[in-house]
Every structure is written in structure tokens, then in C-alpha cells.
């Protein structure tokens, strides 16, 4: 199973706090009739929650003690909440996130290095493979305002073939 978890949050200082060095002018030209006048950033704190939730599943096999072949694959369901109470406004995203790939390691170099305590076992190594990565997010609500707009028939689609080549260490 694999399960990732996102909660970060936004925080706007608003307007011209003159004990802050970096604040000196936030301040921007907001086009009115009569002409341009300089209008404060508002305070806020916009808050995110994103999640995936679905199975993966890994498989290796050795070829001796130097080289392996490994293969992987996952679908999760995931989703994205974004919501600023200050300008009455958010976004809710939900799709699903498909994932799999093939790959071989080589060990190049290991050794032993006994601590008295524990034994580490450092090893340089290299690693190439193919990855491919499908994303559909199919479900849009954008509230602005306080209006809710249920977008029905939005879909975004977004797909990566990755070919890696790489050089790791590891103890």
C-alpha cells in the first residue's frame, strides 16, 4: 500500500509592516477609473491538503550478488484541497496517479566496516531503467467567491515516459 500525504500552508503578512526589512512595499497598482492607486495586500492564510491512497507493488530479483532486475507499479487516487477563507475561494482536484517501471542495478564496489557496536556494509552502485507516469485529474470544484462551479466535463490528462541512468552510495 502506499500512501502520501501533503498539508502545507500559506501565510500572506499583508500589508506595509515597517519592522520588517524584506516588507518595505507590498503595495500594488490596481487599475480604477480615476487612475492608478497603490491598494494593500490582504492578510491571508491559504491552506492545502492533498493525499494518494492505493496499492504498489515491487518486485527484485538477484543475478548473483552483483546485479539485479527490478520492476514496480502503482495506482493511487488522490486528491487536492485549496482554500483561502480571507478571499472566500478554493479548489478541489480528484484523480487518479498510475505509475510503473523496470530497472537494473549493478553493485560496483562494497565493503564492511565493523563499528563494535554494528556493522555498516558501504556500497557504490549503478542503476538504469524506464519509468512511466500517467496522472487524470477528472474532477473540478472551484469555489470563488462562495460560489461553488462543479466543472463536469474538465479532465486533464498528463503522462511522462522517464529513462534514468545513475550512480548511488549507500551504508
Known amino acids: 500500500m502506499s500512501l502520501g500525504i501533503a498539508t502545507p ?17 507590498l503595495s500594488i497598482p490596481i487599475p480604477i477609473p480615476t487612475g492608478l492607486n497603490p491598494v494593500e495586500l490582504l492578510s491571508s492564510s491559504t491552506d492545502m491538503f492533498g ?7 515491487i518486485y527484485s530479483k538477484s543475478f548473483g550478488s552483483y ?6 507499479a502503482s495506482y493511487a487516487l488522490q486528491t487536492m484541497s485549496i482554500e483561502n477563507d480571507t478571499i472566500n475561494s478554493g479548489l478541489d482536484v480528484n484523480g487518479t496517479c498510475l505509475s510503473y517501471g523496470i530497472g537494473m542495478r549493478y553493485q560496483l564496489a562494497r565493503t564492511e566496516a565493523d563499528l563494535g557496536f554494528m556493522t555498516l556494509e558501504p ?3 549503478m542503476n538504469f531503467g524506464v519509468n512511466y ?3 487524470r485529474l ?4 472551484i469555489d470563488l467567491t ?6 463536469e ?12 541512468f545513475g550512480l548511488g552510495y549507500e551504508f
Open 9 to 25: 500552508t500559506i501565510e500572506n503578512s499583508g500589508g506595509s509592516d515597517s519592522s520588517s526589512s524584506n516588507t518595505a512595499n
Open 51 to 57: 493525499y494518494k491512497l492505493g496499492p504498489a507493488l
Open 67 to 72: 546485479t539485479s532486475f527490478y520492476a514496480k
Open 123 to 125: 556500497g557504490l552502485y
Open 133 to 135: 507516469t500517467e496522472l
Open 138 to 141: 477528472d474532477d473540478f470544484i
Open 146 to 151: 462562495g460560489n461553488n462551479f462543479d466543472l
Open 153 to 164: 466535463d474538465s479532465e486533464l490528462n498528463s503522462s511522462a515516459t522517464t529513462l534514468y
